[in-house]
């Protein structure tokens, strides 16, 4: 990493950039299970009246609301969603379990649903989100660092990116 960072630093740049970069991937990777990409816009218009409400709630934003119904002739593409918005709608429209604490509690280690992983990475988001100094103590970044990579990183072997990637 780059000289003049602090560990704790370095940690909170590490973290951003795993929660930035792989774990949307991760999630992404659920969201395109339940949502088979060649037929997203239909099941969006499906639950058009349910998407009506969240953003009615306030749940999904404009910004959102403009990814999940497009101008013609574009058509939604879960590749452009964020994070946030992939977690709401597998929250809200798909059939999963949800995990012990809901979504808005960090799970216990061992649970390990797709939901429990969606919560693990929208809790982390949240508390990286709200560290005002851009530094993460070492023993906040070791258990998620653990908690994220394991999450990240079976959903993307599932995918075929990391297999793909260690046999280029």
């Known amino acids: ?49 349910k998407l009506r409400d969240l953003q009615k ?12 119904f497009p101008r013609f002739p574009d058509v939604p593409d ?6 946030t918005l992939v ?15 809901d979504y808005d509690l960090l799970p216990p280690p061992n649970e390990t649903t797709p939901t429990s992983d969606l919560a693990r990475i929208k809790y982390y ?16 970044f070791i258990k998620a660092w653990n908690d994220i990579t394991g999450v990240a990183c079976l959903a993307l072997c599932f995918s075929g990116i990391l297999t793909k990637n260690l046999t280029s």
Request: aromatic letters at 6%.
């Open 1 to 49: 990493m780059a000289s003049g960072l602090t560990q704790e630093e370095e940690n909170y740049v590490r973290m951003s950039l795993l929660l930035t970069g792989i774990s949307p991937r991760a999630a992404r990777v659920l969201f395109d299970s339940e949502f088979a990409p060649a037929c997203l816009n239909s099941s969006l218009k499906k639950d058009y009246n």
């Open 57 to 68: 709630k306030r749940i999904i934003n404009q910004q959102q609301w403009n990814l999940l």
């Open 78 to 83: 879960s590749k452009t969603f964020d994070v």
């Open 87 to 101: 977690i709401t709608l597998l929250r809200n429209l798909a059939n999963l379990s949800p995990c012990h604490g």
């Open 125 to 140: 988001r949240n508390m990286l989100a709200h560290l005002d100094e851009g530094k993460m103590d070492n023993v906040m």
